[in-house]
């Protein structure tokens, strides 16, 4: 019977992952939801159709956006649309069966990206855990509270977005302070969890079928105790104040780049209060990454978020390489900061690199 289900599995997750897209792409609820239903009713197991159906569709929507062909509405309804499909498998039971521990999902204070921490807590509650899944933007008081009430074994820390690894510090340390050790995952964390390991974090899972096998050996999960209140034990670099000073003056500095934008960009002139408010947020977002590449001290975080932006106007036929000049404005203001002048100038390495023609880069740009 097991040998059936898994050959029925492997002939046809790829293809229950294709008709689940289309679903998707169509923002049709009713067809997606049946799809998953149907593809559990023919032997593929709940997990698979987290991880290879819904978990994949999902990332293809993220590039549909990215290349312009989904607008924002879109991806906000394919995102429900998995949402529903997920809780349509789910069917929350611990009758008749062990219990391996007790795991805390939740997103970091500030991080509104829940459907990466709702796979891991339904694979973890398929694997046999109890799972209390706290859902989106936690903030850290909240969840260090429903700690000390409940008392789990472990907390499994999702962030998608590095802009939120300062929070993302504090949580960590704050949660081992409790005597609960910290399981982190989401792209923020870098492609290979290198800044879980610089923040403190006992694990890092790139996925949830790792984060599983974290929480189940003993010796990645063994809790590690920090004082929160001493973040430069880890990241010595703050003692210099930059990241304290950039923080303090962030509305200022966003302002002051609008301005200067304004002289060095006369279309700016002409601008509806729309498109005006568009740019202000977009200044916003490279300077929060800013922010929080020089608290990690870590240029690579800036560059890593210009790079995709590039690609992103380069999509919607906005000249990337203006990029550029928002990171004159904003260098011209902090002079007296020479790690975020540092992290500015490999982000201005990175925009030229991305706007350059293929033909023309080297085989290391390529690489």
């Known amino acids: 019977m097991t040998d059936q289900a898994d050959t029925i599995d492997a002939r046809t997750a790829a293809a229950w992952h294709q008709d689940f897209f289309a679903a998707l792409a169509d923002m049709d609820e009713y067809r997606a939801t049946d799809i998953v239903l149907r593809a559990r009713d023919s032997g593929l197991s709940t997990q698979r159709i987290l991880l290879e159906v819904i978990a994949p569709?999902?990332?293809?929507?993220?590039?549909?956006?990215?290349?312009?062909?989904?607008?924002?509405a879109r991806e906000?309804?394919?995102?429900?649309?998995?949402d529903r499909a997920i809780a349509a498998l789910s069917h929350p039971t611990t009758s008749g069966r062990s219990i391996r521990g007790r795991v805390t999902v939740a997103c970091v204070d500030g991080e509104w990206h829940a459907l990466p921490a709702r796979l891991v807590a339904e694979t973890l509650q398929l694997r046999g855990w109890q799972v209390d899944f706290l859902g989106a933007h936690v903030p850290t008081p909240h969840l260090i509270a429903h700690l000390h009430a409940n008392g789990p074994d472990a907390v499994a820390l999702s962030c998608s977005l590095a802009t939120r690894l300062p929070a993302a510090h504090a949580t960590i340390a704050a949660c081992q302070a409790a005597g609960v050790p910290v399981l982190v995952g989401g792209a923020a964390f870098g492609p290979d969890g290198r800044y879980a390991r610089l923040l403190g974090a006992d694990a890092w899972a790139p996925d949830a079928d790792s984060a599983v096998a974290r929480l189940e050996d003993p010796e990645a999960m063994t809790p590690t105790y920090r004082d929160p209140g001493d973040p430069l034990s880890a990241l010595p670099h703050l003692a210099d104040q930059e990241y304290t000073l950039l923080r303090r003056s962030r509305r200022q500095l966003v302002e002051q780049t609008m301005t200067g934008l304004q002289k060095r960009v006369p279309a700016m002139s002409a601008y509806t209060e729309a498109q005006r408010e568009h740019t202000r947020e977009d200044i916003g977002h490279i300077v929060d990454f800013l922010i929080a590449a020089v608290y990690i001290d870590r240029a690579q975080v800036l560059a890593d978020f210009l790079e995709w932006t590039s690609g992103i106007l380069q999509a919607r036929n906005v000249p990337a390489r203006t990029l550029l000049?928002?990171?004159d404005v904003i260098a011209t203001q902090l002079h007296d900061f020479p790690r975020a002048l540092a992290t500015i100038d490999t982000g201005r390495s990175a925009v030229t690199r991305a706007t350059r023609p293929a033909h023309s880069r080297t085989t290391e740009d390529r690489v």
């Open 76 to 82: 906000h309804a394919a995102t429900a649309i998995s």
């Open 57 to 72: 569709a999902q990332a293809l929507v993220g590039e549909e956006w990215a290349a312009a062909r989904f607008t924002v």
């Open 325 to 327: 000049s928002a990171l």
